[in-house]
């Protein structure tokens, strides 16, 4: 069975400029997550999707970040504009439901560098 | 919100058992976990612990939940220095929403 993608696996950019990640979780999982990892600290959520539908977006800065999920698969994760506190790997996860039951699976995560 | 607490470091010698120790704030969490993460990795689950048991073991991995004092141990036994990696303890609230300890790089000497 093939894991969590996400791509790119590695993104330099200035300060101010846009960024895109994207994801494709494991076939048939419905519920998909974005955490922020920031050097030395561990994964915070930042969003979390059922299906096409958000279901958590509490600790997304909603100013400059935002994520979508048209057709309940692939996601994208946007930054825009960038900030040097932005840098950080962006880990992708995934699982059947949102139940306590459903263990989330990870992809192997997009550093992002903002210079 | 769940705030979840490690210790930065643990160096091993192989062979011995290694012990991560985890304290969190929050209760509610219905189960609690460990994933493990290797360099350049994404995190992978080593295992949970159903938040009514005590004890669960699996191989060479035993965690022990003190739900009294709030604290979540790992232990790895017969260490080996593919273990070394960086170990996160997680909480779980709301709908499937986990949270993270720091992580404890565990450094496996030969």
């Known amino acids: 069975e093939a894991g969590v993608a996400q791509s790119p696996r590695y993104k330099i950019i200035e300060k101010r400029q846009s960024v895109a990640f994207w994801c494709n979780p494991i076939?048939?999982?419905?519920?998909l997550y974005w955490y922020q990892q920031i050097l030395g600290q561990g994964p915070k959520l930042l969003i979390q999707?059922?299906?096409?539908?958000?279901?958590?977006d509490s600790q997304l800065p909603k100013d400059r970040f935002s994520a979508e999920r048209l057709k309940g698969v692939d996601s994208t994760l946007k930054i825009q504009p960038a900030k040097l506190e932005d840098s950080a790997v962006y880990l992708c996860?995934?699982?059947?439901?949102?139940?306590?039951?459903?263990?989330?699976?990870f992809g192997p995560g997009t550093r992002l560098t903002v210079l | 919100g769940e705030d979840v607490e490690q210790s930065l470091f643990l160096s091993v010698r192989e062979g011995d058992s290694s012990v991560i120790n985890c304290t969190y704030t929050?209760?509610?969490?219905?189960?609690l976990y460990w994933y493990k993460q290797e360099p350049g990795a994404g995190l992978q689950l080593l295992t949970y612990?159903?938040?009514?048991?005590d004890m669960k073991q699996d191989q060479r991995l035993t965690v022990l939940l003190n739900k009294k004092d709030k604290h979540l141990s790992l232990r790895i036994a017969d260490t080996q220095t593919g273990d070394s990696a960086i170990y996160f303890c997680?909480?779980?609230?709301?709908?499937?929403?986990?949270?993270f300890g720091t992580g404890t790089r565990l450094t496996v000497i030969p």
């Open positions: 929050d209760s509610s969490s219905t189960y």
């Open positions: 997680a909480g779980q609230t709301g709908a499937n929403n986990l949270f």
């Open positions: 996860a995934s699982s059947l439901g949102p139940r306590s039951t459903d263990t989330q699976y």
């Open positions: 999707f059922q299906n096409n539908g958000v279901v958590d």
């Open positions: 612990i159903f938040s009514n048991m």
């Open positions: 076939s048939g999982h419905a519920t």
